[in-house]
């Protein structure tokens, strides 16, 4: 199962060798990102579930699958390395975060080895990864930078005084917990346009707003992907028609479109019309035809890991910039 090019490297590379040492969780949560990417989910690690700006929690892994084009799976993964787990407070506390966001599956994964916190949480509907599978996983290496190696290329002083790319980075990820739209694809687009002017301008950071720029086409590849699933079976106009609005507006269909520009209109002080000028005047046009044709759609999913394995390969490849 766990047999291809991530986990087939030699044990110098295992995380541990790497310096990966800052806490057995943070450990713990790489096995198990690399296990999930080796069963075919795209992974995000460590996002922050976020309300009206305020931190509720984190998600330690995040899970997505496309299985079929109308089927998604979403799953938020928890993840307690420690002497004293909590197990049965942490299956309460997944299911809750699955209820809230309305995801498919939840997991936590613990140290505890005790069948009956197993049973508790089949019960209830959790996965639950227990100490002996945790075992298993340990010998798993890998090629990838870690979260925290990512970071560190994104954290130095020049933050202080250009953009903030390792809170552009959370921001995107948070958004990703709860906005797979076209608001947050907007969001995505604005910020892959930021990455890419400061990439040619600023060589010293390159390495880092490279692996940026990959991360955020991923996180832009899995929105769209997550959106066009409620258009697989509608015919090519109206998806396209829905794709210009969904790029220019952040929501599809007259009702929803009017309510969001009287929206900025009162917002901007500007008048309805001009709102509706300017953002007829956004070109869309490429983005309509290549998320359109479904040949591209299909490949979404494979394009995003790519994209989000690119971004966190050792030997980085520079080659799409």
Not at 166 to 171: A, G, L, M, R
Not at 238 to 253: H, I, M, P
């Amino acid at each position: 199962m766990l047999a291809n090019r991530r986990s087939r490297r030699p044990p110098q590379n295992s995380l541990i060798s790497r310096g990966i040492n800052n806490g057995y969780n943070d450990v713990m949560e790489e096995q198990l990102r690399l296990y999930f990417l080796d069963l075919g989910y795209y992974v995000i690690r460590g996002s922050k579930l976020r309300f009206q700006g305020v931190e509720v929690t984190d998600i330690d892994l995040w899970l997505y699958h496309r299985s079929n084009p109308i089927s998604r799976e979403r799953i938020n993964v928890d993840i307690k390395n420690k002497a004293k787990p909590a197990a049965v407070e942490r299956i309460i506390v997944a299911k809750g975060i699955m209820d809230i966001l309305d995801y498919d599956r939840c997991i936590v994964a613990t140290t505890d080895k005790r069948d009956e916190v197993i049973e508790f949480g089949e019960k209830r509907g959790v996965t639950v990864l227990n100490g002996n599978f945790l075992n298993k996983i340990k010998s798993l290496t890998s090629h990838r930078l870690s979260e925290e190696k990512l970071n560190s290329l994104l954290k130095d002083e020049f933050t202080r005084f250009t953009t903030n790319w390792y809170q552009k980075n959370e921001s995107a990820k948070s958004r990703i917990l709860e906005a797979l739209d076209f608001i947050g694809a907007n969001h995505l687009l604005i910020d892959i346009k930021e990455i890419l002017i400061h990439l040619h301008s600023t060589p010293l950071k390159r390495e880092g707003l490279t692996r940026l720029l990959y991360l955020f086409v991923s996180y832009l590849l899995i929105t769209v992907d997550f959106i066009l699933k409620n258009m697989a079976f509608i015919e090519a106009t109206a998806k396209n028609k829905n794709l210009e609005d969904g790029f220019r507006y952040g929501v599809t269909g007259n009702t929803k479109i009017k309510i969001r520009v009287e929206q900025m209109a009162l917002v901007s002080s500007r008048s309805i019309q001009s709102i509706i000028t300017a953002a007829e005047a956004i070109p869309v046009d490429i983005l309509r035809d290549f998320f359109g044709k479904n040949d591209n759609a299909k490949n979404l999913f494979k394009l995003a890991k790519d994209f989000e394995n690119s971004a966190y390969w050792v030997s980085l490849s520079t080659g799409c910039v």
